[in-house]
């Protein structure tokens, strides 16, 4: 099983280092772990983004499967690169997996940037008014449902591990529902 | 051509009348919008969310194209839920639009709400020490080279307009595009 390694991990110092651990980790499962930054490509070109893309999309049309890193990501929620993946690979039909090292519920999350309150008819708002998601998930529901009916559920650890860029604890946990598909067991 | 409507609107105070202008530029244009709350929800419901994400994916597998309202939400980039499903119209091989009404490069969203600065070896990075895309170009490469190459290029006012969340000039050059497409001229 081929799978593509989604996340804002590309945009640590230690980028390739990371990617480096979660091939490993999938090759010591049986499956092998596809990483943006395999892609050779010339960032001083002047369509240095535009390959990027066509890297990443050649990448997971060759893939099986995707484990989204969904921990957020400069706000509430997870990096807007990675979830265009994980819509991508849905729609392609492939096995959708991810992880998210916060647990937190959104409403939660929102709550640590802004100030969340009630509002006339009861539900949760935003300082600007705009209506805060308060379904008791860690993020946007289409991608935690998503994950639920084109794969398995949102990986979360039970705690906010101490690094929460470099705990791969809970991307382990779903390369083993992964092998487990692979190899035709029931995770 | 029936047109999927995605975008945070739906998190709006007057959700529902957004909803019915955009429908209603549709019309005139010839073309079909399909909003997600059109779809009757008890949000009373203990599964409300995976009801909605169900009738969203049945109203995006109807759709021959969507367009997607991109303007930050909640942060410097797009809503996940609309970039989720923008990835899967375009893994489904639709015709992928979207707009924005916030102009400005994905550095200067990023500039002001964090410290950007320059690292070491000369690329951006915010006040985590994580890389801050640099390509000239409003929000994550992926969906805006999935616009260009999945449909057409990204809307944008040429200046923030004074109502950035009920403004649908942008929106209404991605309706003229689409019902061009749909009546066989080159838009």
Request: glycine share 10%.
């Amino acid at each position: 099983m081929k799978i593509y390694l989604a996340g804002p991990d590309v945009f640590l110092p230690d980028a390739v280092e990371i990617g480096k651990r979660k091939a490993a980790i999938c090759a010591r499962r049986g499956v092998s772990g596809f990483y943006p930054l395999d892609n050779a490509v010339d960032l001083a070109a002047s369509d240095a983004s535009l390959a990027i893309f066509k890297g990443n999309e050649a990448m997971m049309d060759a893939a099986d499967a995707i484990i989204a890193n969904l921990t957020p990501f400069r706000g509430p929620g997870a990096d807007a690169g990675t979830v265009y993946e994980l819509g991508y690979m849905a729609g392609r039909g492939k096995f959708c997996l991810a992880y998210c090292n916060d647990p937190a519920v959104y409403a939660e999350r929102v709550g640590r940037i802004d100030r969340v309150t009630k509002s006339g008819n009861g539900h949760l708002i935003d300082s600007n008014g705009l209506t805060v998601e308060d379904f008791g998930l860690p993020d946007n529901l289409m991608m935690i449902h998503a994950l639920d009916l084109h794969g398995a559920g949102l990986v979360t650890p039970r705690q906010r591990p101490a690094d929460i860029w470099r705990d791969l604890t809970s991307f382990e946990a779903c390369v083993a529902i992964a092998a487990g598909r692979a190899s035709g067991r029931t995770a």
